[in-house]
């Protein structure tokens, strides 16, 4: 069974920093990698899809990467804002179903 | 990207009523929607596969006949929570993919909704 797991659980960075997410997951045999993000009370937004045969996709400000065989991705957000503060989410897909991190809350402050 | 949208956003319901949760692929069909649930500070937990034209894929644990699925066409999904009771409140999600899109296979998320059961 896959497990997924993103740490830190919250992190807190002043404007300006560059930052990085990470995402672990146990299981290798996954079909691609997603990030999403997640504001209080809403839905998530895609933000960055990796499929199993590519190392990384880049997307504005962020760019993340997946290294299937170590079962790590990360999420690398350049010149953070305030905007950016919201809850990242990390999901493997394996065939239909994706399964989730337990996410990682982020606060930019000004 | 692709646009899900679901609704209502918010609903309030007595306990032992029914209430319906919609969810629409609106620009691509989705031969396959998903449902998640997710409780206060914790991730996205897999309710049920959704599958137009046919019968709903449960996750073990998951009662079907509480949570109603029914996806008749290609761009809407319907979650139906059955005689609701207060440990039913929750956040539900719903989840489509463009299968012949672009990004092949990315999935998009309507906005949630957030149901209280008083």
């Known amino acids: 069974k896959q497990e997924v797991t993103q740490i830190p659980a919250a992190l807190s960075v002043p404007e300006g920093e560059n930052l990085v997410l990470n995402c672990s997951f146990t299981?290798?045999?996954?079909?691609?990698l997603q990030w999403f993000r997640q504001d209080p009370g809403k839905g998530l937004t895609s933000l960055l899809l990796?499929?199993?045969?590519?190392r990384e996709q880049t997307s504005g400000r962020l760019n993340a990467s997946l290294d299937k065989s170590s079962g790590r991705s990360t999420l690398y957000i350049a010149a953070s804002q305030p905007g950016d503060s919201a809850t990242y989410l990390c999901a493997t897909g394996g065939g239909n179903k994706l399964t989730f991190g337990t996410g990682t809350q982020l606060k930019v402050e000004l | 990207g692709a646009v899900v949208s679901q609704h209502p956003s918010r609903v309030i319901c007595k306990s032992g009523t029914s209430v319906k949760i919609e969810c629409r692929s609106l620009?691509?069909?989705?031969?396959?929607m998903f449902w998640y649930r997710q409780f206060p500070k914790k991730s996205l937990m897999l309710m049920a596969t959704s599958n137009e034209g046919s019968k709903a894929t449960y996750e073990q644990g998951v009662e079907k006949d509480k949570f109603l699925i029914n996806h008749a066409s290609l761009t809407l999904s319907t979650l139906t929570v059955t005689s609701a009771h207060p440990e039913d409140s929750s956040f539900y999600i719903c989840s489509a993919r463009d299968h012949a899109g672009v990004n092949f296979a990315e999935a998009f998320f309507g906005q949630g909704t957030r149901l209280t059961v008083v």
């Open positions: 990796i499929q199993s045969s590519q």
């Open positions: 620009d691509f069909q989705a031969t396959t």
């Open positions: 299981d290798s045999a996954i079909y691609n």
